[in-house]
């Protein structure tokens, strides 16, 4: 990772994300994401995570793949006998059902746990992407969203590092 790169020179420009708003269904959430990976014809092209839009159109956060799994293993528990044997547990399962549907400010990942700098080098951002262990981050410029580095675009440019 040549120290020149910055989180701008790699990342993945914020108009090529999708979005949504903190307070659609994780359902919704999944739609949106499904139908970014077949956008432009092709098969599988998309990303992995979803911006997360306030009712102001600010970045709140970031929906990826992985807070969509842990929030689908919630339906597990529903099978679970030892979960069940407990009082709480069928309280919070009738409670999980009686309630409105997951949203997806529920499971997403805020803001405030990790972004990094457009200046910032590529070797910065990658130590953040492992600190956090996240595969994406959002890039902020002066304050505002401009896009997002992933796993990726560091493993895109890991070979400059070994030269």
């Known amino acids: 990772m040549n120290g020149k790169k910055t989180a701008e020179d790699i990342m993945v420009p914020i108009n090529d994300y999708v979005t949504i708003s903190q ?4 359902y919704e959430a999944i739609n949106v994401l499904r139908s970014s990976f077949h956008r432009d014809g092709r098969a599988w092209y998309g990303h992995r995570s ?3 839009l306030g009712e102001d159109g600010d970045l709140v956060g970031v929906l990826s793949l992985n ?6 293993g ?10 069940k044997a407990e009082s709480w547990g069928w309280y919070y399962i009738n409670s999980m059902r009686q309630s ?6 529920d499971v997403m990942r805020p803001l405030a746990v990790a972004t990094v700098d457009a200046r910032d080098e590529a070797g910065e951002v990658a130590l953040a992407l492992l600190k956090h262990k996240v595969n994406s981050l959002p890039v902020l410029k002066n304050g505002k969203l401009v896009g997002m580095v ?7 440019v890991i070979g400059e590092y070994f030269f």
């Open 67 to 72: 807070e969509i799994l842990k929030a689908a």
């Open 100 to 105: 409105a549907k997951l949203r997806v400010k």
């Open 74 to 83: 919630l339906r597990e528990l529903d099978n679970d006998p030892d979960f």
């Open 150 to 156: 992933r796993i990726l675009d560091i493993f895109m």
């Open 50 to 52: 979803v911006i997360v």
């Open 23 to 26: 307070k659609a269904t994780l």
